[in-house]
């Protein structure tokens, strides 16, 4: 009896180190890069690195935690998105609007980020390690 509990508790643990979390929703990813538009989305773990999101409509939007290493975001709106510990180096994020989103622990290091508006954002702990953030709108509500 003992034994089979072991090994049912060792199987569980297994699984359980070995299964990766991942919590977007799947069908939120394709809708995002088929029709660039996802609002309101659970986009959170996505690995969306390298993505063109030229333009994209991602407004309240769940991206905590996601990958968007080299991403293209020129234009994007994602006002009020969460975006706490995603990763964005290297992403080109010019003309992008940031208002009121959370920002939290993000990685923004070497990312170009020139005209986009942070009105209201929370940015505590980001890093902005050699981004370049020309006329960027870092301004209080």
């Known amino acids: 009896m003992k034994l089979a509990m072991l090994s049912t508790t060792v199987a569980i643990a297994a699984l359980s180190i070995a299964t990766p979390v991942r919590a977007e929703n799947p069908a939120h990813v394709r809708q995002l890069l088929a029709t660039g538009e996802c609002p ?8 969306l690195s390298g993505a063109h999101l030229i333009g994209a409509d991602l407004r309240n939007a769940n991206l905590s935690g996601a990958n968007l290493t080299n991403a293209n975001l020129e234009g994007a709106d994602l006002e009020g998105a969460n975006l706490q510990k995603a990763n964005l180096q290297k992403v080109l994020a010019s003309d992008t609007s940031l208002i009121d989103a959370n920002l939290k622990g993000a990685n923004f290091q070497q990312a170009q980020l020139a005209s986009t508006i942070f009105d209201g954002a929370v940015v505590t702990g980001a890093n902005f390690q050699g981004a370049k953030l020309y006329t960027a709108n870092f301004s209080d509500r």
């Open 40 to 47: 309101s989305c659970d986009l959170s773990g996505a690995d």
